[in-house]
């Protein structure tokens, strides 16, 4: 099994990170896994500039910045499943991860439907990875889980939008220092189950 995962905190061997491996410990546990980690703040992935050359409205052209990402989309179209990951930065995914999604449009393939008029009405579309499993990992500072929904419904959206197949969250809270969340058991129990569960068939 082919797992990507996207790490989109600033700072390796932080709570996201460390939730991740575990994660793809979980995943390792039962089965034979080739895994792929992006750190989303080293890699050459340049900001989304809204240009819309790889939507329909301009005919699905190659997106003109010249960087990793078609290489990633490549890759991502022969995995399995993904892992989205993320701090909490003040309510909202990192600046990182929000550029991923953003980039990642190319998955999408939209055909849309026009009246006798000409205008727009609608779209239907089809997604390059849809079917493929994925899993959310969520770190915060603060205690209250409720901080980060909005952050887990959005990345919820996203997947729905690619037509990802969600098997999974971890959400772990109160982690005010690096790392904090290894002293954590039922976080890091939590976040090995659902990798074993990412790694199911079916």
């Given at each position: ?111 849309i439907i026009r009246d ?87």
């Amino acid at each position: 099994m082919k797992i990507m995962a996207f790490v989109g905190s600033p700072r390796k061997g932080s709570n996201v990170d460390t939730l991740v491996d575990r994660v793809l410990e979980g995943a390792g546990s039962t089965a034979a896994v080739d895994v792929e980690k992006i750190y989303l703040y080293e890699a050459d992935i340049k900001n989304c500039i809204g240009c819309l050359a790889c939507t329909a409205l301009k005919g699905g052209q190659p997106c003109p910045l010249k960087d990793d990402m078609p290489g990633i989309l490549e890759r991502m179209i022969k995995a399995d499943g993904f892992i989205f990951s993320t701090p909490n930065y003040v309510h909202s995914m990192s600046a990182a991860l929000t550029n991923f999604f953003c980039r990642m449009q190319p998955l999408i393939k939209m055909d849309i439907i026009r009246d006798e008029q000409g205008k727009i009405t609608g779209a239907d579309s089809t997604s390059l990875i849809a079917g493929k499993r994925a899993v959310m990992v969520v770190s915060q500072g603060d205690f209250s889980p409720s901080r980060s929904a909005l952050i887990l419904r959005t990345i919820d959206s996203n997947l729905k939008d690619f037509k990802l197949k969600a098997v999974g969250e971890v959400l772990s809270t109160g982690n005010l220092e690096k790392a904090a969340v290894k002293e954590k058991p039922q976080d890091m129990e939590l976040a090995f189950s659902i990798g074993i569960r990412l790694a199911a068939n079916g």
